[in-house]
Structures are given as C-alpha cells and as structure tokens.
C-alpha cells in the first residue's frame, strides 16, 4: 500500500535502468534543473496539451463538430485558447517573457494545434473525446501511483483508443520487447477495457502524425494512413503481452531490484544524471 511519487515514469525508469528507478523513486533524487531562457520544452509540451485540451472542450469532444466546422472558424477558436494558454502561464509566471515572445508563442501553438486537428478530421470512424489529462490512482504489486493519461477517444461501438502528445520524436518500438523504453501506454492498455488502439501523437513542425499499434485497419482510417500506425495481427495477445512486462517491471521495483543494469549499455547514461553515483559499478 506504499505511495510512490514519479507516475508511469517509474516503470520506464525500472525498464531503462532498476537504479534509476530507486535513486530516482524511493531516494527522490534528481540532478538540478539548468535554467534558460524562454521555456524549456517541457514547458511548451505542457502548453501544448493544455491548448489541446482547452480545443476539444470547445468542440464537445465530438469529432463530428470538428469535421463540421469551417477552416476560418476553427482557426479563430484556436488562435483565441493559444492566447488564453499562454495568458494564464504568463500569469502564474510573471517576468518570465514579454509580449512579443508571447505573441510569438502562441502562434507556435496555434500552428501545432491545427495540424493536429487537421490530422483528426481525416478520420473516418465517428468519436468522441472520452477523456483529457484524467488522473488515475493505480494499485501495483504492493504499491500505488497516480498516473495521467493524455486523452482516450472512444468509438461508436464502444471500443477506445489512446493517445499520449509528444513534441519530441517517437516509435512505436519503444513498447517492444520484456524492458520497453517508454511503457507508459502499455501500462494504460492493462488499465482500461476495450482498448482499440494505442498511439502516440507525434507532434512537430515538420511532421505531425499517429505512431502506434491498432486492432485492425478501420479503427484508425483516414489518419492512419497519413501516419505510422500498424495492425497488430493478434491484438489480444500483444495486450496480453503488455500486461505480463507491466507486471513483471512493477515486482522488479516492488522487491527493490535495484542493479546497474541501463537498458543501452552505458550508452542509455549519457543523459541520466546519475553517473557519479553509479561508475564505480562499471569499473
């Protein structure tokens, strides 16, 4: 019943390395932030989900809004909750930008958002936005975190499918294999029922789309094929699969399994930030 703090975080952290996990979830150690100027990007991928989310409500969550509302229209009400996202941080931020840095930042988001949107509108099976930034409390071999999913999206006939935002590059071969990099949607898939498919949403200036695996071709048809989304061809047994590597990362942690074992060799070091602690394991 012990409450652990880092969310889905720690079992991509007990995936990449068990040390990290336990320097990082049960010491609470972290390497000091270096500051800079402007936003870092985890600070504009939070804006991003938060304009997102400010987007769908707008649209109710229902893609057949989306799909009819003009382009001018749909430009004017995301240009208007850029500027309210970008107002609200400036707010609890004071001094951080000035007007011009904001101007130009939430033309940054509206441009990101759009091209999100877009990609959503070439989708041909109805949905709606089930759900943004929920918290869930998670139970897990001896242990409880809270998590947050990005957003799941539910289909007519009641199967759902979920997306995580990332502003960096991403693959879907980051779930593969028994130490996945980033099991944070796996970890979803064993939580939720009816699961459909499971993407990233891999948003950049240069390239917005769907990364991810779905059950079968219709489900995401339309974006899909303007992205990187495969059919898996037993999609009960890959979530079956997902759940055993969830479980087993979850006892690993729970037993203290705490090895210098990085998941690339001493390459997965480079931007850890725990080196001092753990070289002499190297020799």
């Not at 037993?255 to 070091?269: D, E, I, K, R, W």
């Amino acid at each position: 019943g012990r409450r652990v703090r880092g969310g889905s975080a720690l079992l991509g952290d007990q995936s990449q390395c068990p040390f990290r996990a336990f320097v990082r979830h049960r010491l609470q150690a972290r390497r000091l932030e270096q500051p800079q100027p402007g936003l870092d990007a985890r600070e504009r991928g939070t804006l991003l989900h938060q304009l997102l989310e400010q987007c769908w409500h707008a649209l109710e969550g229902k893609s057949a809004i989306l799909q009819g509302m003009e382009e001018t229209l749909l430009e004017s009400l995301v240009e208007r909750a850029a500027e309210q996202v970008v107002g609200n941080f400036q707010h609890l931020h004071p001094g951080r930008f000035g007007h011009r840095f904001a101007a130009n930042e939430s033309q940054r988001l509206t441009r990101l958002a759009l091209r999100a949107l877009y990609l959503d509108r070439q989708r041909v099976q109805p949905f709606r936005v089930e759900e943004m930034e929920r918290q869930y409390e998670v139970s897990l071999e001896g242990f409880t975190m809270t998590i947050k999913m990005d957003r799941v999206d539910q289909l007519e006939d009641g199967r759902r499918i979920l997306i995580d935002y990332k502003s960096g590059r991403v693959s879907h071969a980051e779930w593969a294999g028994e130490r996945p990099k980033a099991p944070q949607l796996p970890l979803y898939a064993t939580l939720l029922e009816d699961v459909a498919a499971v993407l990233f949403s891999q948003i950049l200036a240069d390239e917005v789309v769907y990364k991810g695996e779905q059950a079968e071709a219709a489900v995401m048809e339309g974006a899909a094929q303007r992205s990187q989304v495969r059919v898996s061809e037993a999609w009960s047994a890959q979530l079956a699969e997902w759940q055993s590597v969830i479980t087993a990362l979850a006892t690993e942690f729970s037993q203290g399994v705490a090895l210098v074992t990085p998941l690339n060799g001493q390459s997965g070091c480079r931007y850890c930030g725990l080196e001092p602690l753990c070289r002499v394991e190297f020799g």
